[in-house]
């Protein structure tokens, strides 16, 4: 039966021993001589102080009396240094006991987990590297976007002056055309500014009381005028069960708003785009919000709408030349929206239509509430 069992822990791919309450090896099996590189016999005469460092006999010692102590298996990791090189150990020590039941032996199964602690530790590298890169791209598109927009304003500002000024009808058109393409790429720098700060969670929401029906139209007057010139109708219509002010981030909700109806007309040549606003329940002076933006434009494949909330990303590499755009749009709108504990979602069919939709919960407030 020692024959046996010693064959049986010999072929254990870890490190297997028994030891005496002094720390004497009792039992040794092949791979711990494979370690040391010495017999079982010579093995056997060793105590741990001559094989280890000081640090690993305190960690064995500490070990041995939580098992005598608790009488109970204990597990921990452990790091022996062997000819400079660094071994990971995972050891197991539990309690051997006599037939009065008392502690008479300590058994140990060491593993070698070396291979897997360096794996984790360059994965752990690797992880800290990407995160570092990514903060720094992202406050480098943060500046970037800021010392941007200065000589936009600028180039906007000088615009609007020489519109003012006497031109001729060629010069006015060359004039409108600098302005419009400003205007444009203002609204991508902001979107791209926008998107790094909540990606960099430098994000922060007001709170404070507003007026929910001027919030939605003022947002939309703009957009109006883009609905005419398309020859399409824009509705907005407001549930009569809103409550007249509420309390939140006025601006926001404008800008998930402007994104969404923008959308709408963007991909609608013909039909229109429906706004509608309502409360779910109305309860302990909060109203959840819902507000969808229906379209009867090109629709989007059922295969694209998970992914059209991802940042850059578009239907099809049509979209950009077709439509422009940047792909940045929808990702603002799903973290505005979830960064104030709500939920966006879309429903589309193509050739049809889309409806996008979202909730957010606001309390309601008896304050006169600010016009935005
Ligand atoms: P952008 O409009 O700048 O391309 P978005 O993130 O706002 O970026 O939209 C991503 C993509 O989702 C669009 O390029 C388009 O393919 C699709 N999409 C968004 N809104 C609509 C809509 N109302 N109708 C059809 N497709 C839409």
């Known amino acids: 039966q020692h024959r046996l069992t010693q064959e049986i822990i010999d072929n254990i791919p870890s490190a297997v021993y028994i030891k005496d309450l002094e720390g004497r090896y009792m039992v040794v099996n092949k791979k711990l001589c494979e370690i040391f590189g010495m017999t079982p016999q010579e093995l056997l005469t060793h105590r741990d102080a001559d094989l280890f460092q000081n640090d690993n006999v305190q960690n064995f010692r500490f070990a041995n009396e939580q ?33 009065a039941g008392e502690v008479q032996n300590i058994c140990g199964l060491a593993t070698d987990i070396t291979e897997r602690k360096e794996n984790e530790l360059q994965l752990m590298q690797a992880t800290r590297a990407a995160e570092r890169a990514r903060s720094a791209q992202e406050s480098f598109l943060a500046n970037m976007s800021h010392e941007i927009r200065t000589p936009m304003n600028g180039i906007m500002g000088m615009s609007n002056l020489l519109l003012s000024s006497p031109l001729d009808p060629e010069q006015r058109d060359y004039t409108e055309n600098i302005l419009e393409s400003a205007r444009h790429l203002l609204a991508i720098i902001n979107d791209i500014l926008d998107f790094s700060k909540i990606k960099s969670g430098k994000f922060r929401f007001e709170h404070i009381p507003f007026k929910l029906r001027h919030a939605i139209s003022k947002a939309l007057i703009p957009l109006q005028f883009k609905a005419e010139e398309k020859l399409i109708e824009l509705k907005v219509e407001v549930d009569d069960m809103v409550p007249e002010v509420l309390m939140g981030d006025p601006l926001r909700l404008q800008q998930i708003l402007i994104n969404l ?50 940042s850059f990303t578009q239907n099809n590499a049509n979209t950009s030349r077709k439509y422009g755009g940047t792909g940045l749009g929808l990702a603002i709108v799903k973290q505005l929206v979830e960064l104030q504990r709500g939920k966006v979602w879309v429903k589309s069919q193509l050739g049809i239509g889309s409806t996008f939709g979202f909730r957010i919960e606001y309390n309601i407030s008896n304050m006169p509430g600010e016009m935005f």
């Open 261 to 310: 109806v923008g959308n709408a007309l963007k991909f609608t040549s013909q039909g229109g785009v429906y706004v509608l606003a309502r409360c779910g329940e109305v309860h302990a002076g909060v109203c959840d919000l819902e507000i969808t933006v229906s379209d009867t434009g090109i629709g989007i494949p059922a295969d694209k709408l998970e992914m059209i909330f991802e």
């Open 67 to 99: 098992v005598i102590l608790h009488r109970s298996m204990v597990t921990y990791e452990d790091v022996v240094m062997r000819n400079g090189v660094k071994h990971y150990y995972w050891v197991v020590k539990f309690p051997l006991l006599n037939s």
